[in-house]
């Protein structure tokens, strides 16, 4: 499986991926799941976010126990984050099947459409539309660099836009969900562990800085004449730094778009977008106000207007603690369990249905890059963990 999904939307300049939503990557992502599902007999279905679901026995019974991630990336991401919650959860039922057990509830693996937000700018949108979180109207804004918006880009894809929205019913009939990613950090390899268990996920968010000055010619225009937005974004970047710092939080600019873009033309506008979370709520305002409190000092100092958005939000995610306790009960109490400052499908549903994360060691704590790593021996404890805990919850 690994082998087959490994070179579909793989960037030969960079060896990252870019498998983006409702793009030629993706539909080969979808296809590659589609088939997994037909070669093991299980329903196939897509639902109406664009959501893939892989069933075994009646979804109407209800209490179903379902496992996945997503298989988009980031720009340039690695080969592990998603895909191989979703491999893992293929390999997991294959253990299932070869150790001769039976089912007792329905159950599913699931493959999340637009996680990372890639291309529209905002994570986990199939999740979020499926649990309410997202409305079809806040859908329909939401656009890619090239001004096409969401819905376009799913019909091109030959899906229908009309019908996304909340998806109650469904979500009503799932008993549990348990997703497993590579840890995106390097606890368990400080701690020598190859599985752990998610406790938390820390609340984080997305802002806009828009940064508005003037354009004007980089060779003739006196540097005391100057309205550079630039200046004033560089100086919030560092701003945001050492507002983390002192909070013991993360805070990061990881992109920005400038106007009009040339190398001889002081910016007219830059726009960075803000990346930040910490362990609490607390802490993370306090990151937040600093940033946006020492921008508009800049600001004002450089003659420079200011607009801040937030884009998106998610709230401190605390997993069901009786799912939480049942995946330690199955795998030990040894079992590391451990907090994330990471976003994932399962922290959005977690206010709809139970959830639960497995993590799978990663060597160098390096992720949204290709360098991003899992040794097979690893890989295979964390099926073999999945499985353990599937076989609990779905077949007794």
């Not at 799941?33 to 069933?55: P, S, T």
């Not at 299932?96 to 700018?121: C, H, M, Q, S, Y």
């Amino acid at each position: 499986m690994w082998r087959s999904l490994r070179p579909i939307g793989r960037s030969a300049a960079s060896g990252g991926y870019r498998r983006y939503a409702w793009t030629g990557a993706d539909a080969d992502c979808r296809l590659w799941f589609q088939m997994q599902a037909e070669a093991r007999r299980l329903n196939y279905e897509v639902d109406r976010n664009g959501n893939q679901w892989a069933w075994l026995g009646d979804p109407s019974a209800g209490d179903a126990v379902v496992t996945g991630s997503h298989l988009d990336s980031v720009p340039d991401g690695g080969a592990f984050d998603g895909p191989l919650g979703v491999v893992s959860a293929f390999a997991a039922l294959d253990e299932l099947r070869r150790r001769g057990v039976e089912f007792a509830k329905p159950f599913a693996i699931t493959n999340f459409g637009d996680e990372e937000g890639a291309r529209f700018g905002l994570a986990c949108v199939g999740s979020r539309l499926t649990a309410g979180r997202l409305t079809k109207e806040q859908a329909y804004e939401l656009r890619d660099a090239d001004g096409i918006t969401l819905p376009q880009a799913m019909e091109a894809a030959g899906f229908d836009p009309e019908a996304i929205g909340p998806d109650p019913e469904r979500l009503a009939g799932i008993g549990a969900f348990v997703e497993l990613h590579v840890e995106q950090g390097r606890a368990l390899d400080l701690s020598g562990d190859a599985v752990g268990i998610a406790s938390a996920i820390w609340p984080h968010g997305r802002w806009r800085y828009d940064f508005a000055g003037e354009a004007n010619h980089a060779g003739t225009t006196r540097l005391v004449d100057r309205r550079d937005p630039m200046l004033t974004y560089a100086e919030t970047v560092l701003a945001a730094r050492r507002e983390a710092e002192l909070a013991g939080a993360v805070a990061t600019f990881g992109k920005i778009a400038v106007e009009p873009n040339g190398v001889n033309a002081i910016p007219s506008l830059v726009r960075g977008w803000l990346d930040a979370r910490a362990a609490d709520q607390t802490a993370l305002d306090t990151v937040t106000a600093g940033v946006e409190s020492a921008a508009r000092d800049y600001a004002t100092r450089h003659g420079i207007d200011l607009t801040v958005v937030r884009e998106s939000f998610t709230p401190v995610v605390e997993f069901a603690h009786a799912l939480r306790d049942e995946l330690a009960s199955v795998l030990g109490e040894k079992t590391p369990v451990l907090g994330t400052g990471a976003g994932h499908d399962a922290g959005i549903l977690s206010e709809s249905i139970p959830t639960a994360m497995l993590f799978v060691r990663n060597p160098t704590g390096v992720s949204h890059s290709p360098a991003e790593f899992a040794a097979e021996e690893d890989c295979v404890a964390g099926v073999l963990a999945l499985a353990d805990v599937l076989e609990g919850l779905a077949c007794r």
